[in-house]
């Protein structure tokens, strides 16, 4: 069975800084792109970044570029987002979903969210 | 960026009877290499987003057939051929085309 478990949201000041992550278990994560995606509170969905199976490639929002980095650790089956500098509209909850490129498994499985608060 | 858009943007809906929700890219989602990455997503109260319709056409496993994708290009529809209770939420269209990947703003769907 796919499981994505999402980690690390919490409280931070502006400026301050959170290293999400994703567990995932049930298919060999080196064989997928992947994602992260937020919702704030009571919006729609937002695309936040994707990273290649390798991470030889990576892609973000301009909203987040120079301040978030995505990241995996494939033998660790997992994944991350280093968000530095944060604002508080980054307030979300932050979803892993599997795939990011242009295939069929792009978002077929999502986590179930960690939140974030970006407030003084 | 592509911007997706979605109409309507509420839908009161009747248990039994067919609804539909449009969704326009500002261009073309049709890729190189033959493909359109549109996606349809479902959002229940409370819950994570989950996949109902990949590339357009193609349901994902576990979907009811109730739900069916078509269009091509720059125009797309979701339709439920007859809605029932539990299809209550917010349904989403994506875009994976063209970087950055985006999503239309949402189709509430409700009870009438």
């Known amino acids: 069975e796919v499981q994505l478990v999402e980690s690390g949201g919490g409280l931070v000041q502006p400026g301050g800084s959170l290293r999400l992550s994703c567990a995932v278990s049930g298919f060999t994560l080196g064989s997928y792109w992947m994602s992260w995606v937020r919702q704030a509170p009571g919006k729609g969905l937002e695309w936040v970044a994707n990273?290649?199976?390798?991470?030889?490639?990576?892609y973000y929002v301009d909203s987040v570029k120079g301040r978030f980095t995505i990241s995996r650790d494939n033998a660790k089956n997992s994944l991350y987002l280093q968000m530095n500098t944060l604002r508080v509209e980054d307030t979300a909850v932050y979803y892993c979903?599997?795939?990011?490129?242009?295939?069929?498994?792009?978002?077929?499985?999502w986590g179930q969210g960690t939140l974030v608060t970006v407030s003084s | 960026d592509v911007v997706m858009t979605q109409s309507p943007l509420s839908l009161p809906v009747t248990l039994g009877q067919p609804a539909s929700i449009s969704c326009r890219s500002s261009?073309?989602?049709?890729?190189?290499?033959?493909?359109?990455?549109l996606n349809w997503f479902q959002q229940r109260p409370g819950q994570s987003p989950r996949r109902l319709i990949y590339k357009v056409s193609n349901r994902d496993s576990g979907v009811p057939d109730r739900f069916s994708g078509s269009g091509s290009g720059t125009d797309f529809t979701l339709k439920i051929s007859r809605v029932e209770a539990e299809d209550v939420g917010v349904y989403y269209c994506?875009?994976?085309?063209?970087?950055?990947?985006?999503f239309g703003p949402g189709t509430k769907v409700d009870m009438k």
């Open positions: 994506m875009q994976h085309t063209h970087w950055p990947f985006t």
């Open positions: 979903a599997r795939g990011g490129g242009r295939d069929v498994y792009t978002s077929d499985y």
């Open positions: 990273i290649k199976e390798g991470g030889s490639e990576k």
């Open positions: 261009q073309s989602l049709v890729y190189s290499d033959g493909n359109t990455y």
